[in-house]
Structure formats: C-alpha cells, structure tokens
C-alpha cells in the first residue's frame, strides 16, 4: 500500500466521512485497497475500526489469499491492462460498494459510531487541539499501546461507548475495538478544529 507510487482518488461519502480508493501498480498486477476515515485522511492501517478503516478489495472478494490472488494481473499490455481494470470495477460494484454502505450505516442511530459522534457534539466546547496533543504525548509516553494510554477525556468517551452496548448494534468485535474508536473520534473532534498530526501508524491495541 503506497499512496507515493500509486494512484489515490476521493469519493465523495457521506458526512463526515471521507472514501477513498488507491490503485497500486506492481510486476504482474494491480492492488486495490478502499478507506473509510472520518478524518479526511487516507489511513495506513488495514481493518482499524468504524471511524476508519481500510480493505483490500481483493481479500473482501476471496478472504485470506496467497498474495498473487490478492492482484489484478496483467502482463503490461494495453489489453492486459483492461481486462484487469473490468475486474477491478466489477469487483468494486460487487464488493467494494457494500463494505462502504456498511460502515456508512453506522453514522446512524443504533451503532457505537453514532454514539460517539454523539458524545462528541455534548462535549465539544472541551475538545481542543491542546487536548489532542495532551494524547498524542501520552500515546508516545506508553510506547503508542492504547490499551495502556490514560486521559480524562478518551476514558471518558472509551466508558460511553462500553455503557452503549445493551442498546446498539455492535458485533464482538467492535466491542473490542472501542479504545481504538474512542481514539479515532478524539483524533477526528482534533482534526476539525485545528489542522493537526493523525493518530501514529504503529498506535496498537
């Protein structure tokens, strides 16, 4: 996944969430990764939570693969070259279309995004950028694990968001997800307000 070398286009989602599909060429293929990221920005990490996340679109058609099944091969030919774009297209209308609805689903009622957007507009007079960078800096302090990162505010929205499991949908893995979503919305507040650093790419549960 390089957004350097490849081709990276925006498609416009609902708000607030950005969508994006990035075209990587390689000897022998085209890979095809699709990112949902409330943040308006491209995200690195595969999987990740409702907030943002990222997918192979080859692996959403044919699950876990050996590599050369995971691109759209071609030999470099005009119509090599075309035949594996129809795939690429066919598979997005098939594949990469659903998994987008999917997360677009949960920005509304019933659904632990929509309860942390919630949570978001009650406190957002309290969500500055000086808070961000007062997490950012306990993220680095506990080596980017966030299953050691403490703050008032993200175990605040992390303790919303387990209290609003018995009332939304939410499968068992969400459920273990939600340090990682409390911190993808506290990036977004961030990002709305002041122009700042996304989460690091090596933060971990």
């Not at 920005?41 to 876990?64: C, D, H, I, M, V």
């Not at 795939?87 to 009622?109: L, S």
């Amino acid at each position: 996944m390089n957004t350097r070398r490849g081709y990276l286009y925006v498609r416009p989602g609902p708000s607030p969430i950005s969508q994006f599909i990035l075209f990587n060429n390689h000897k022998g293929g085209l890979s095809v990764f699709i990112c949902s990221s409330i943040t308006g920005r491209w995200s690195e990490e595969l999987g990740g939570t409702a907030a943002k996340s990222t997918a192979q679109l080859s692996y959403l058609k044919n699950g876990p693969s050996p590599s050369e099944r995971l691109l759209y091969a071609h030999s470099g030919t005009r119509d090599s070259v075309q035949k594996a774009l129809d795939a690429i297209f066919m598979d997005y209308e098939a594949y990469g279309n659903p998994w987008f609805r999917g997360i677009e689903a949960r920005t509304k009622p019933g659904h632990l995004l929509y309860e942390g957007l919630q949570w978001l507009d009650r406190y957002a007079d309290r969500l500055t950028p000086v808070i961000w960078e007062e997490i950012e800096s306990k993220l680095k302090e506990v080596q980017f694990k966030i299953s050691r990162l403490e703050h008032p505010l993200f175990d605040a929205l992390k303790k919303h968001l387990q209290d609003s499991y018995d009332h939304v949908a939410s499968s068992k893995e969400e459920r273990q997800s939600v340090p990682k979503l409390a911190l993808h919305l506290l990036e977004y507040a961030a990002l709305a307000s002041a122009p700042l650093k996304s989460v690091p790419s090596q933060a971990s549960s």
